[in-house]
């Protein structure tokens, strides 16, 4: 009986810290979606990068708990795609800069999709 007592503890306590780390990863991931989102429909300006300068300030700070989640080479793949976003903001090349955005939001979103125990992730 001890044996089955301890084992649900553990079953209930393995899926709370999944569920909870679960929203806490899309709480986060969110809300940089969100930040990239409002620079992706910013017009090209002197205000873009310091906008993209905050985006990175801010990917730098959430990062630290998407190490114990994802893949690290997906983060660092996110890393140096928004750190050549203020370079390219400040020279001009809006181009190359919504595009860079354009990769971010899809990357983001692949990583917001992965994280969510759907069928075919479980598969």
Same mark, same amino acid.
């Given at each position: 009986?001890?044996? !089955?007592?301890?084992?649900?503890?553990?079953?209930?306590?393995?899926?709370?810290?999944?569920?909870?780390?679960?929203?806490?990863?899309?709480?986060? !991931?969110?809300?940089?979606?969100?930040?990239?989102?409002?620079?992706?429909?910013?017009?090209?300006?002197?205000?873009?990068?310091?906008?993209?300068?905050?985006?990175?300030?801010?990917?730098?700070?959430?990062?630290?708990?998407?190490?114990?989640?994802?893949?690290?080479?997906?983060?660092?793949? !996110?890393?140096?795609?928004?750190?050549?976003?203020?370079?390219?903001?400040?020279?001009?090349?809006?181009?190359?800069?919504?595009?860079?955005?354009?990769?971010?939001?899809?990357?983001?979103?692949?990583?917001?999709?992965?994280?969510?125990?759907?069928?075919?992730?479980?598969?």
């Amino acid at each position: 009986m001890k044996r !089955l007592v301890t084992a649900v503890v553990l079953l209930v306590l393995i899926i709370g810290i999944s569920t909870l780390s679960l929203f806490a990863l899309e709480r986060e !991931l969110e809300e940089i979606c969100a930040c990239a989102g409002e620079l992706r429909q910013a017009p090209p300006s002197a205000a873009l990068e310091r906008d993209s300068e905050e985006l990175f300030r801010l990917w730098n700070e959430k990062e630290r708990l998407f190490v114990i989640f994802v893949r690290h080479d997906v983060l660092d793949e !996110l890393t140096v795609l928004m750190a050549e976003l203020p370079s390219l903001a400040r020279h001009g090349e809006y181009g190359h800069f919504y595009s860079g955005l354009d990769v971010i939001l899809a990357r983001l979103d692949d990583l917001l999709d992965s994280a969510r125990p759907t069928y075919r992730n479980l598969l």
